[in-house]
């Protein structure tokens, strides 16, 4: 019954992944939590990153943004072994209630009409060390950088196009780093096996749905998901 359920979040993720090139790991890692360990849940969570991040690669024809790429992701090498630390000594409840509580003070400066960010080099640093502790502590990556670029209103596939890059490689670092750390076991190779699959036909789905969103209800369907995200974040918090 477990695989059961954990096929069908993971299907659903990969949907919304694909839909708007991040997401699923939003709604994917609080519920995973219900049912498997911490390190099964981020582990299997990469493998789906990698697996849905190569189709949009793939799909996406529009230019990576590289300047912006260069800036979240080098500065994410440093913040994925800080989140291997958290995972191993933090209570994992007590950091997701943390993450959506921020999430929520987010989530209200981007929805204020008042409030713009602009592009600078300091604010996609910051964006990609934080992006890089949530991956590999709670499996949680795209927050502060999918804030950080729908707030800036990118281009709708310029910026699943950079997403699905940044998140490719820092799935592919972080397995590494799990892998040289030894916290793989016979249940997290089970559970991030059967994770593939359902993320490529999932993929698939939300790609082909993608093509028929418009840019204003992208920019309403991140919004919403992040909303959706941060309760079932803090719901599973006090849960645990």
Not at 23 to 52: H, M, N
Not at 82 to 102: F, K, Q, S
Not at 127 to 135: D, H, K, N, T, W
Not at 161 to 171: E, G
């Amino acid at each position: 019954m477990e695989i059961y359920y954990f096929t069908l979040i993971i299907l659903a993720a990969s949907i919304l992944q694909a839909i708007t090139g991040f997401g699923g790991a939003l709604i994917a890692a609080p519920l995973l939590l219900l049912f498997i360990d911490k390190t099964t849940s981020v582990i299997s969570l990469a493998f789906v990153s990698i697996a849905i991040n190569t189709i949009l690669l793939i799909s996406i024809r529009n230019p990576i943004d590289k300047k912006t790429f260069y800036n979240l992701f080098v500065p994410s090498l440093v913040g994925l072994p800080i989140g291997i630390y958290i995972l191993n000594n933090l209570d994992i409840a007590t950091l997701r209630i943390l993450v959506g509580i921020l999430s929520i003070i987010f989530a209200i400066l981007l929805f204020s009409k008042k409030f713009r960010v602009k592009s600078s080099r300091i604010k996609q640093v910051c964006a990609g060390l934080f992006s890089g502790i949530l991956r590999t502590s709670i499996g949680l990556n795209s927050p502060p950088v999918v804030l950080l670029l729908a707030s800036e209103n990118t281009d709708k596939d310029e910026m699943r196009k950079t997403l699905a890059f940044l998140f490719l490689m820092m799935s592919l670092v972080s397995v590494i780093l799990f892998f040289f750390t030894d916290h793989f076991t016979e249940e997290t190779w089970k559970y991030s096996l059967l994770s593939i699959p359902a993320a490529i036909v999932g993929g698939w789905i939300g790609d082909t749905i993608s093509k028929k969103v418009s840019q204003k209800g992208f920019i309403w369907s991140v919004f919403i998901l992040i909303t959706a995200s941060i309760v079932v974040a803090i719901y599973s918090g006090f849960k645990n």
